[in-house]
């Protein structure tokens, strides 16, 4: 596995760092989050979770913006160390969100940013509303692979996409699946989509460099990228589709979809 995503690597050049490459997603959906902080009340909270934090593209800002704390936690100490000054985090926490190493009721605002993709959702949801308050949220922004659309069929990366984060222990489809996790845990759950479409980045390609591939699948990410270099880029489409969810736990536990 190793072996597939080093030749990954090499054969489409990953010219950015992991860090470079995450903070150009967080641009990305820059307008998407601040819509969702601003309708979770940022400003007012006092202690926040960035859960999966990798290396902290969005930690400072959530530092910045909220009324009190910030504790990144991610599983792999590796994922903290570019970070000078844990990303303005008070705390870079080492630990398993499927265990969160902090007690009942402490935070109210629980960030995740294409993190559930890579956990037990089942797990872990249970969890945040564990260590949330009452009335505390749930912020997510979390794709959905399953449901993307690409233009011409030429540039399709679809498949290669599911299969790769597949293989490599996400879950492609984790989107569609998340109002309901959550409204199982006894969240009220409000869901929103991107409202513009984007222009493809080339930095896709970098992301799926970093999957582990197999030979047959780096030669179609190969001609797949002559094919959208040779395509006029008004021809061309990806949309992602983009879950964002606010889940607000409430004490009476009513979520979007009910047990009885
Ligand atoms: C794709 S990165 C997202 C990074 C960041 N949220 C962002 O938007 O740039 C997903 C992160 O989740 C972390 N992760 C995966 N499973 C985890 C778990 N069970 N507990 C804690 N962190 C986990 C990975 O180490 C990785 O850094």
Redesign the pocket.
């Known amino acids: 596995m190793r072996r597939i995503q080093k030749l990954g690597y090499l054969l489409l050049t990953a010219s950015l760092s992991p860090r470079e490459l ?2 150009q ?2 641009e990305w ?1 820059a307008a998407a989050r601040d819509r969702l902080l601003r309708r979770a009340g940022i400003g007012r909270r006092k202690s926040i979770l ?9 930690t400072e800002e959530l530092a910045r913006r909220c009324g009190g704390t910030v504790v990144a ?4 100490a590796g ?1 903290f160390g570019e970070g000078a000054g844990c990303f303005g985090a008070s705390r870079c926490v080492c ?4 265990r969160l190493p902090f007690g009942d009721g402490v935070c109210d605002l629980v ?5 559930l ?4 959702a089942g797990a ?1 949801v249970p969890e945040i509303a564990r260590v949330l308050r009452p009335d505390g949220v749930c912020v997510a ?1 979390e794709p959905d692979y399953g449901g993307m659309i690409e233009h011409p069929p030429e540039i399709a990366l679809q498949q290669v996409w599911v299969d790769a984060l597949t293989r490599a222990g996400a879950d492609p489809c984790i989107g569609r699946k998340l109002p309901s996790v959550f409204a199982r845990a006894g969240f009220s759950v409000q869901v929103d989509f991107l409202d513009r479409l984007f222009p493809p980045a080339a930095a896709r390609y970098d992301l799926l460099a970093g999957l582990p591939l197999t030979p047959e699948e780096q030669k179609t990410v190969q001609s797949r990228r002559a094919a959208e270099e040779k395509t006029p880029g008004a021809e061309i489409v990806v949309f992602l589709p983009l879950f964002l969810i606010t889940a607000t736990k409430s004490s009476a536990g009513n979520g979007l979809i009910s047990d009885t």
Do not use: I, K, N, T
């Not at 960035?50 to 969005?58: E, S």
């Not at 936690?73 to 792999?76: Q, V």
């Open positions: 995450f903070q997603q967080a959906l960035d859960l999966g934090c990798g290396p902290g593209a969005v936690l991610d599983h792999r994922a630990g398993d969100a499927r960030f995740s940013q294409f993190s993709l890579w956990m037990d872990v922004l």
